[in-house]
Nanobody, 125 residues
Framework: VQLQASGGGLVQAGGSLRLSCAASGRTFSTFRMGWFRQAPGKERELVAGISRGGGTTYYADSVKGRFTISRDNAKNTAYLQMSNLKPEDTAVYYC???????????????????WGKGTQVTVSS
């Protein structure tokens, strides 16, 4: 599976960005999808996850109410809508796919089967 992430950039605090992750190579709906981020000097953390069918989602406490994860299985694409961005959201964002036989939206770095290339998100104050 190849994952292609796009949509990062530079935005002012309070602004919005939408990240996209296009998948190819295998049946997209068999994977739970997620977005991780990694800031300099910090560990990679799960920001949001979504179950195979899209019915269940997970958000880190730091982004609840500001970020929305979604997926379109017909288009083999996952999205992360980010609103009210803060400087502390600055990081490289990675989309990830984890093969799943359950409806859980939780991904772990060790369990991820495929990673996309990161896309930089920079939020200026």
């Amino acid at each position: 599976v190849q994952l292609q992430a796009s949509g990062g950039g530079l935005v002012q605090a309070g602004g919005s960005l939408r990240l996209s992750c296009a998948a190819s190579g295998r049946t997209f709906s068999t994977f739970r999808m997620g977005w991780f981020r990694q800031a300099p000097g910090k560990e990679r953390e799960l920001v949001a996850g979504i179950s195979r069918g899209g019915g269940t989602t997970y958000y880190a406490d730091s982004v609840k109410g500001r970020f929305t994860i979604s997926r379109d299985n017909a288009k083999n694409t996952a999205y992360l809508q980010m609103s009210n961005l803060k400087p502390e959201d600055t990081a490289v964002y990675y989309c990830a796919a984890e093969d799943s036989s359950t409806g859980s939206p939780l991904l772990s770095p060790r369990g991820v089967d495929y990673w996309g290339k990161g896309t930089q998100v920079t939020v200026s104050s």
